[in-house]
């Protein structure tokens, strides 16, 4: 039975990717991040939308646990194409947009290829199985992408505040969660503490992305390669 | 077509690393998911422990009714 933690956390948390949105839209910053803006403002909707399907099923219902997956399943894919975008921001000049795009499709492809070959196995629920598999596996794909774009940003020496914070608020949220759910496992006696736990962490990204488009004005440079420099 | 095959060659990478992290980070794992959009509860989950059907208990089938056998 849900208390009411887990509801206050919940609308904090929608209420924070709202306020992402305008504070995206007050800083004129809704179209240049627009996948971005797009995952965000879906998160929004499908809180609205599983809000509703717990009110009337309730919270152990099969149909809060179907919508709650396939719900999922569709952010995690926008999250995975909002993490695409910061690519195509950071490879801008090279002119490489075409590239991006097919490694992006290869890699969801490959993904889900393999998602299936895991699940094919189970005669029951295969779909819901795919959907379950393909989420957390687009997850750890994510968090690998993410650290990807910041030995990139290092190499590049981007110097976009507003970007690298926006990666590197990505990089804390994924590697918060699979830091959590290591954790989880390695102490399941503990299992009350992370129910509390757990919830927090998805406040994580909308609050950071709001406080980078409410105060990291896009004209703003830092020197990220200086944290790489290694001294002779 | 060199590039494309890069591209192809490193998005094959990322997804090895991915699927090899998991693999370390869920080894342990009791079969709970690791999902994180938005702050909505997690439904229990029915299948917590996979999704192949439990198997019969052999234990059991001591207390199981026995057939009458035809002969009697």
Excluded at chain 1, 20 to 25: S, T
Excluded at chain 1, 125 to 130: G, M, V
Excluded at chain 1, 154 to 173: A, C, D, N
Excluded at chain 1, 207 to 214: E, Q
Aim: net charge positive; with cysteine.
């Amino acid at each position: 039975m849900l208390g009411p933690y887990q509801y206050i956390v919940w609308l904090i948390c929608t209420l924070l990717e709202a306020v992402v949105l305008v504070c995206a839209f007050k800083k004129n910053a809704f179209r240049r991040y627009l996948l971005l803006n797009v995952y965000m403002a879906a998160s929004v909707v499908m809180s609205i939308a599983r809000y509703d399907i717990l009110t009337h099923y309730g919270y152990a219902s099969k149909e809060y646990l179907y919508f709650y997956f396939y719900s999922d399943f569709l952010l995690t894919i926008a999250l995975f194409f909002a993490l695409t975008s910061l690519y195509s921001h950071i490879f801008a000049e090279m002119e490489v947009g075409r590239y991006i795009r097919t490694g992006a499709v290869v890699l969801l492809s490959g993904t889900a290829v393999f998602s299936y070959a895991v699940v094919q196995q189970s005669n029951s629920r295969l779909l819901t199985h795919f959907v379950v598999e393909i989420s957390q596996n687009l997850y750890f794909v994510g968090l690998v992408l993410t650290y990807v774009l910041w030995a990139a940003v290092l190499k590049l020496r981007e110097t976009r505040s507003r970007l690298i914070q926006l990666i590197l608020s990505m990089g804390v949220y994924f590697s918060m969660f699979a830091a959590n759910y290591a954790l989880m496992n390695l102490y399941q006696n503990r299992a009350a503490v992370f129910e509390y736990l757990t919830p927090l962490f998805g406040c994580f990204l909308p609050l950071a992305w709001a406080y980078t488009f409410w105060h990291v004005p896009e004209e703003a440079r830092t020197v990220p390669s200086r944290l790489a420099v290694v001294p002779r | 077509m060199s590039r494309k095959l890069t591209v192809v060659l490193l998005a094959m990478l990322v997804l090895v690393g991915a699927m090899s992290l998991k693999t370390v980070v869920v080894t342990h794992g009791d079969g709970s998911v690791i999902l994180a959009n938005g702050g909505a509860p997690l439904p229990p989950i029915p299948w917590k422990n996979g999704g192949a059907p439990l198997p019969p208990i052999p234990w059991n089938s001591s207390k199981a009714p026995q057939q009458p056998t035809p002969g009697k």
